[in-house]
T-cell receptor, first 112, second 117 residues
Framework: DQQVKQNSPSLSVQEGRISILNCDYT??????FLWYKKYPAEGPTFLIS?????DKNEDGRFTVFLNKSAKHLSLHIVPSQPGDSAVYFC???????????FGTGTRLLVSP | NAGVTQTPKFQVLKTGQSMTLQCAQD?????MYWYRQDPGMGLRLIYY???????DKGEVPNGYNVSRLNKREFSLRLESAAPSQTSVYFC????????????????FGEGSRLTVL
C-alpha cells in the first residue's frame, strides 16, 4: 500500500515558468516531509523539507506547501530552469522514526 | 569528502548467483539504509540499521540479507539472485534524530545497477 503518492509521472514546463509538483500521503502520523532531486546516474539529493507544524517553507526558488487536512504537499519552483530537469521524489517520516517513505517520483523537464 | 560510497557501480549476475553490495560512509552517521529504485515504484526501503549492531527489515526485505560491519559499513547480500532483483540499489546514511538532524535528511550514494539474467 503506497503511503506516499505522486500521481503525475512527468511534467513539462517552459523555462521561466512555474513548476508545481504534487504529493499526497495517507499516514496521519507523518510529521516531516522532504523533497529530493535526482539526476540520471546519481543518487538522490536533499532539496527542501517542511515540518507538519508549518504550512510553507521557502528556500530561494523552491517553496514547499503543506495542507495537513488534505494530506497534500506541493513543491513550487519559480522560475524554472533547464538545470531543474530531474526526477523529484517526495518523502515522509513518522514521528520518532528515522526511516523515510518515498513516493514514486515525478520527472520534470524544463525546456528552454 | 567522499560521503557515501557504494561498490560495485554495475554488476550482471545469472539467476541463482550470489553477491554482496558494499557501502561505506565517512560522515560518522549512526544510521544506514538500503533502498532499491524501480520504474514506477519509487524508492523502497529494503533494510536499515538505526545504529551499529542493529538491523531491521524495511518494506521489501525478502531475498536480501544485511550486515552492519561497523559504524562506517553496511553491506547488502543477495544469496540467490532472481530476475525480480534487477534494480538500482542505493545506500544512504543519516545522523541521529535530535542530534543536529531535525529534518530527517538522508545522504545517498551514487547507486549500484544490478542486472539478473
Amino acid at each position: 500500500d503506497q503511503q506516499v503518492k505522486q500521481n503525475s509521472p512527468s511534467l513539462s514546463v517552459q523555462e521561466g515558468r512555474i513548476s508545481i509538483l504534487n504529493c499526497d500521503y495517507t499516514n496521519s502520523m507523518f510529521d516531516y516531509f522532504l523533497w529530493y532531486k535526482k539526476y540520471p546516474a546519481e543518487g538522490p539529493t536533499f532539496l527542501i523539507s517542511i515540518s507538519s507544524i508549518k504550512d510553507k517553507n521557502e528556500d530561494g526558488r523552491f517553496t514547499v506547501f503543506l495542507n495537513k487536512s488534505a494530506k497534500h504537499l506541493s513543491l513550487h519552483i519559480v522560475p524554472s530552469q533547464p538545470g531543474d530537469s530531474a526526477v523529484y521524489f517526495c518523502a515522509a517520516r513518522n514521528t520518532g522514526f528515522q526511516k523515510l517513505v518515498f513516493g514514486t517520483g515525478t520527472r520534470l523537464l524544463v525546456s528552454p | 569528502n567522499a560521503g557515501v560510497t557504494q561498490t560495485p557501480k554495475f554488476q550482471v549476475l545469472k539467476t541463482g548467483q550470489s553477491m554482496t553490495l558494499q557501502c561505506a560512509q565517512d560522515m560518522n552517521h549512526n544510521s544506514m539504509y538500503w533502498y532499491r529504485q524501480d520504474p514506477g515504484m519509487g524508492l523502497r526501503l529494503i533494510y536499515y540499521s538505526a545504529s551499529e549492531g542493529t538491523t531491521d527489515k524495511g518494506e521489501v526485505p525478502n531475498g536480501y540479507n544485511v550486515s552492519r560491519l561497523n559504524k562506517r559499513e553496511f553491506s547488502l547480500r543477495l544469496e540467490s539472485a532472481a530476475p525480480s532483483q534487477t534494480s538500482v540499489y542505493f545506500c544512504a546514511s543519516s545522523g541521529l534524530l535530535g542530534d543536529n538532524w531535525v529534518t530527517g535528511e538522508l545522504f545517498f550514494g551514487e547507486g549500484s545497477r544490478l542486472t539478473v539474467l
